[in-house]
């Protein structure tokens, strides 16, 4: 009889502490959502990062700004943060850009300069434009390279039409839709032919270009949507480099393929610094009872410059600071110790995080779980186990306790599979470490605003945002509180229908700790 009333008391005392948890969990989760809603800091951090200092491309005095902010953003909150050294990189420093069409009459074009682009001197320069010729063998183009001296030259294809396909798709026949997609794929072929019978590639053309005397280099990297240019790097040393938007590069091509002889006067200015360190900025709020074991929040905080860098990824760096500050006011003793990683030059090959888990092997060790937000604005949509096999056990615990509002919208994906790059769980993915996507509905995202002159404020979808940031503050926070150590026991991949052989798991990839240097 007293082993039944033990076993009964036993019990209820379980029942008892599992009610008193979830009573704790609903209190939390309900703080977390309160906070997020009735005190959300999103507009003014993103107004401070995005208008205030801008893009954060690595080596530029503004990628260390943006470091330097977040720290003292996080220390009026009360949580410790500093910036950890994992490299050097070129330092570089946008300038003024103005493009003008001086001839056959004048207008100023929408343009910039790529980045790392060398310098005009302030007075610019004025030099005729000219479109690369068609050849049939890399003797006619080097021929044609004697012709070029003091002249710009254009090097991105013409295209035949700046209305994206769903444009064409709502209001054109579908004779004239299939008429312009056959002529745009034929003018691709025949560019990318032409080049190859230069002898070069797109990559190494420009160096060829420089060496033979030309002023500098026109492009036009059109993301198939209205008004929009990818932005990337300049592949010269000495002469600068300007990407135009389509509407003026097209206008300039037909012009010249017109005879007549049009001509620009640029000026690009920018600021060769030399040699500056990289930083991840790391915040870190230390667990009161398991402090060697980590829950990481992850988002890349280096951009590139054509805009400035807000859904890539402005937007995954606030859903990870303001997700952060909630869980420090309504959360502020975790079971384990919480990191944000902010990582630099994710842009360039997920540098950052990747040293951040080479130099970190016992934080890596030691690690719960992380949550990774890169993709654009939207609010997540997609949840994969990352082809952790156990994944769905815990992960699935940890999700139900989101609130419906917001998890309703996410689909997940268990066991999945992991992830060989793209963003930076990839870097931990690689470490066996779980490590998850917070994969974002794209607002047209790939066309529009990753990578280009239109990755502004403007772009931010506040509530999606702030449906992320309250998604990933509850996600840590049953991360942290899970009694279990979550399984990074891996999946066995199957074999790849290519090449028939037994598909492996991502291994770790040593990060470039000396970018754009001459070595």
């Not at 860098?309 to 402005?314: H, I, M, R």
């Not at 870097?427 to 529009?448: D, E, I, M, Q």
């Not at 404020?457 to 449906?467: A, E, G, L, P």
Request: net charge neutral; with cysteine; glycine share 8%.
């Amino acid at each position: 009889m007293k082993n039944i009333i033990r076993h009964g008391l036993a019990i209820l005392a379980m029942i008892s502490v599992g009610f008193v948890h979830a009573q704790n969990t609903d209190v939390v989760v309900e703080s977390i959502v309160k906070e997020a809603t009735e005190n959300s800091q999103l507009e003014r951090l993103a107004h401070e990062m995005l208008d205030g200092i801008g893009p954060r491309l690595v080596g530029t005095p503004q990628m260390k700004q943006a470091n330097d902010w977040a720290i003292a953003q996080y220390a009026d909150w009360g949580i410790s943060a500093k910036n950890e050294q994992w490299g050097e990189w070129r330092a570089w420093e946008r300038g003024i850009t103005h493009i003008d069409m001086v001839h056959p009459r004048v207008q100023s074009l929408a343009g910039m300069q790529l980045a790392w682009s060398p310098s005009t001197k302030s007075k610019g320069i004025t030099a005729e434009v000219v479109t690369l010729p068609t050849v049939k063998n890399a003797a006619e183009f080097e021929a044609w390279l004697k012709t070029i001296k003091g002249k710009l030259v254009m090097t991105s294809i013409y295209q035949p039409t700046g209305r994206p396909d769903y444009n064409w798709e709502e209001f054109a026949t579908e004779e004239s839709f299939d008429k312009m997609k056959k002529n745009r794929d034929e003018l691709t072929k025949n560019f990318y032919e032409n080049i190859r019978n230069t002898g070069y590639t797109s990559r190494t053309i420009d160096a060829a270009l420089e060496k033979a005397g030309a002023a500098g280099i026109v492009s036009s990297y059109w993301s198939k949507g209205f008004g929009a240019n990818k932005i990337f790097s300049a592949r010269t040393k000495n002469i600068p480099t300007v990407d135009i938007e389509l509407e003026d590069y097209t206008m300039l091509y037909r012009l010249v393929e017109y005879g007549s002889k049009p001509q620009l006067k640029i000026v690009a200015e920018s600021k060769d610094l030399g040699v500056t360190p990289t930083y991840n900025t790391i915040a870190k709020v230390k667990g009161t009872e398991k402090p060697d074991e980590y829950v990481i929040m992850s988002a890349h905080f280096d951009s590139w410059d054509g805009g400035t860098g807000a859904t890539d990824n402005g937007t995954g760096t606030l859903v990870m600071m303001e997700a952060m500050r909630i869980l420090k006011k309504v959360y502020p003793n975790p079971k384990r110790s919480i990191i944000v990683g902010h990582w630099g030059s994710e842009e360039q090959g997920l540098n950052g995080s990747r040293a951040f888990v080479e130099d970190n092997p016992e934080i890596i060790k030691n690690t719960q779980a992380v949550f990774n937000q890169d993709n654009g604005t939207g609010r997540v949509v997609d949840l994969s186990g990352a082809g952790f096999l156990h994944a769905y056990e815990y992960l699935s615990r940890w999700l139900n306790a989101v609130p419906n509002d917001v998890s309703k919208h996410i689909k997940t994906d268990f066991p999945g599979s992991p992830s060989g790059g793209g963003s930076d769980n990839a870097s931990f993915v690689a470490a066996g470490v779980p490590s998850f996507n917070l994969s974002s509905l794209n607002w047209s995202y790939w066309n529009y605003t990753w990578h280009t002159n239109r990755d502004t404020y403007d772009k931010i979808v506040f509530d999606d945002v702030r449906s992320n940031a309250i998604l990933t503050a509850v996600l840590v926070y049953m991360a942290c509180e899970d009694p279990e150590r979550a399984s990074s026991d891996k999946i066995i991949l199957p074999v790849n229908s290519r090449t028939g052989k037994q598909s492996t798991w991502p291994e770790h990839r040593s990060p470039e700790r000396k970018g754009g240097i001459d070595k």
